[in-house]
């Protein structure tokens, strides 16, 4: 055992000679904890200040709990050098230079136990002296234990200390998080209300645009005579009545197409290939018109006398003869089964999709936002129904126009779809364009 440095196991010079200054300590600790309100003490001495008399183990634990400043400082105020002696005095007051002081009491009291130790071990049996050698050697390892536990604690505590720290951290992080996804999901509601409004607002002018179409066509048709203070027209009708003007519109975009000079590249199609925001893209010209040009796709037309109405001509337009009908998936059920689940919804698709193919011979393919590459082909009693799933990180709105890009010319194509950026690109492509209510309409 060493003496002379705080925390360190003391010598027998150093522990006699603090012998008084420990039992002030404990005598000052015990008076504390009674007081009213107690007085803290350091947590190492909880444990002994039960016993009467402390063992010599308990000593040591003292001499630690002195480390702590503050509890060295209280005791020192309630001492004087009599009562401890100067060597405890020193230790607890700590005046400057004081461990200069102190070590030379602790070597001249050690030379005085070493003499003393030597003449009672040599008076000793040798059996005594092997069992006391014995003691020492084993107080010697039991005081390194202490001292390697000691060790291990303040690290076990430092550890706790950062792992609090780290979980305060992520804790202020999952906080932040969820106040952004609050503030994020207002801000999505907010923007679902904007769009409702304005698609309302759409709506609204639409139908009047439709309105005043419908009496254009009656107008322009010389075999429709205009009826006098006939009742304001159905929806239906009146809707009818704007894709008549737009085959109007048709017929005369091919007849300026068959005098004009050949079209650049970057010219836009003709009028029957684009569509509205709620009608078919649809155009008629007469019977036995030219075909198409060369090397460029041209939406289908029909005779003025097959249309009945907006699903009449998707039944016609998909039954035609060599037609490949291609569906926007999630763009028809999200608009019209949104209170289905997402399988739901493909499931209900398909089953339409599948009635329409067998009552008109149609092929069409529906294509799906998905995160592998799978193509699976449904047979319904005769009906040909192919569903395509996109590969990961490729929408579907790309693949539909990629898949009317590469098919040939002379392949007629309609897109049923009534987002913005697959109509217009697919009508830019020569396609017809279906709205997806006049798809589901014409499965009956």
């Not at 060597?87 to 001249?108: K, N, S, Y």
């Amino acid at each position: 055992m060493s003496g002379g440095r705080d925390g360190d196991p003391a010598g027998p010079a150093e522990e006699r000679l603090l012998r008084a200054a420990l039992e002030m300590a404990v005598h000052v600790a015990r008076a504390d904890r009674a007081a009213t309100p107690p007085r803290p003490v350091p947590r190492s001495l909880n444990a002994i200040l039960r016993f009467r008399r402390l063992p010599p183990p308990a000593w040591h634990a003292v001499r630690l709990a002195l480390d702590d400043d503050d509890f060295r400082e209280h005791v020192a105020t309630r001492i004087d050098e009599e009562e401890v002696g100067r060597a405890g005095w020193l230790f607890l007051v700590r005046p400057e230079r004081w461990r200069v002081e102190f070590d030379e009491l602790v070597a001249t009291n050690a030379a005085e136990l070493g003499s003393e130790d030597a003449n009672v071990d040599t008076a000793l049996p040798a059996r005594q002296q092997r069992k006391l050698a014995s003691m020492r050697a084993r107080l010697d390892e039991a005081t390194a234990q202490h001292h390697q536990a000691r060790a291990e604690l303040t690290q076990a505590l430092a550890e706790t200390d950062r792992l609090r720290s780290a979980l305060d951290a992520a804790l202020d992080e999952a906080r932040r998080a969820s106040e952004e996804r609050v503030r994020a999901v207002r801000e999505l509601k907010a923007t679902e209300d904007r769009l409702a409004r304005r698609t309302a607002e759409l709506r609204e002018v639409r139908e009047a645009l439709e309105s005043d179409g419908a009496r254009a066509a009656r107008c322009a048709d010389p075999d429709v005579p205009a009826p006098a203070a006939e009742p304001q027209p159905s929806h239906e009708v009146g809707e009818f009545a704007a894709a008549r003007l737009r085959g109007l519109l048709g017929e005369l975009s091919a007849a300026l197409d068959e005098y004009a000079p050949p079209a650049r590249s970057s010219d836009r199609p003709a009028v029957g290939g684009g569509r509205g925001d709620a009608g078919t893209a649809r155009a008629v010209t007469p019977a036995g018109s030219a075909g198409q040009a060369v090397g460029r796709r041209r939406p289908r037309r029909c005779d003025r006398g097959l249309l009945e109405g907006p699903a009449e001509f998707v039944t016609w337009l998909i039954g035609e003869a060599g037609v490949r009908t291609i569906v926007d998936g999630y763009n028809v059920t999200m608009r019209h089964w949104s209170h289905l689940s997402v399988p739901e919804q493909r499931r209900a698709l398909e089953q339409a999709a599948c009635r329409l193919a067998l009552r008109t011979g149609a092929s069409i393919e529906i294509v799906f936002d998905g995160a592998g590459e799978r193509v699976t082909r449904r047979h319904l009693r005769g009906a040909d129904v192919v569903v395509r799933f996109t590969i990961e990180g490729v929408e579907a709105d790309d693949e539909i126009l990629a898949m009317v890009a590469a098919l040939p010319p002379s392949t007629p194509v309609v897109v049923v779809s009534s987002d913005r950026r697959v109509a217009d690109g697919a009508a830019a492509l020569g396609a017809n364009v279906v709205a997806t209510g006049e798809f589901l309409d014409a499965r009956t």
